[in-house]
T-cell receptor, first 111, second 114 residues
Framework: NAGVTQTPKFQVLKTGQSMTLQCAQDMNHEYMSWYRQDPGMGLRLIHYSVGAGITDQGEVPNGYNVSRSTTEDFPLRLLSAAPSQTSVYFC??????????FGSGTQLSVL | GESVGLHLPTLSVQEGDNSIINCAYSNSASDYFIWYKQESGKGPQFIIDIRSNMDKRQGQRVTVLLNKTVKHLSLQIAATQPGDSAVYFCAETSRDNYGQNFVFGPGTRLSVLP
């Protein structure tokens, strides 16, 4: 039982490049979400999904897209990377929408 | 607006002593309050939660206290150990807004001194 798996762990992009952050969970959780963590600002919700085929925006969705074609996977796409998207990104899943299970994070730098 | 904050950004305690980490919140409609622990290089890990209709909840070496009158939440760690060194986040949420309004505080760094 791996829990929540995120790849890659580190990524450096140039401004304007696109990429996809992968997230997979093997706990059959319906709820999945993406957060970004910036110093002194805690965790901020980007997008979330309450089940396959359903996604919705969180607090800071601009510049990011998501899809949920299966229960297990919830990729986050950066369409055109900007320096303001330099952050640590966490994927999380939950069964009860109260206790979140987080992945180990992706540290992204946009130059 | 809604906010979840912490009184102390850093806390240093002697190994074996008890630790108390505090958190203030402003949304009186929140149903659940949660504490997470984040070790260096890892994702946050769920510690304990408490419903808004409770004042106290205990886990293994941890106790969470909720004072709704002053909108204050605290996490008490008994007999603090080196492995407790981490950043601790409080968060609040409501079942009326599934997945939409987890509000996290900026975190408190707990350092355990030998």
């Amino acid at each position: 039982n791996a829990g929540v798996t995120q790849t890659p762990k580190f990524q450096v992009l140039k401004t304007g490049q696109s990429m996809t952050l992968q997230c997979a969970q093997d706990m059959n959780h319906e709820y999945m979400s993406w957060y970004r963590q910036d110093p002194g600002m805690g965790l901020r919700l980007i997008h979330y999904s309450v089940g396959a085929g359903i996604t919705d925006q969180g607090e800071v969705p601009n510049g990011y897209n998501v899809s949920r074609s299966t229960t297990e996977d919830f990729p986050l796409r950066l369409l055109s990377a900007a320096p303001s998207q330099t952050s640590v990104y966490f994927c999380a899943s939950s069964q009860d929408r109260i206790s979140l299970f987080f992945g180990s994070g992706t540290q992204l730098s946009v130059l | 607006g809604e906010s979840v904050g912490l009184h102390l950004p850093t806390l240093s305690v002697q190994e074996g002593d008890n630790s108390i980490i505090n958190c203030a919140y402003s949304n009186s409609a929140s149903d659940y309050f949660i504490w997470y622990k984040q070790e260096s290089g890892k994702g946050p890990q769920f510690i304990i939660d408490i419903r808004s209709n409770m004042d106290k909840r205990q886990g293994q070496r941890v106790t969470v206290l909720l004072n709704k009158t002053v909108k204050h939440l605290s996490l008490q760690i008994a007999a603090t150990q080196p492995g407790d060194s981490a950043v601790y986040f409080c968060a609040e949420t409501s079942r009326d807004n599934y997945g939409q309004n987890f509000v996290f505080g900026p975190g408190t760094r707990l350092s355990v001194l030998p």
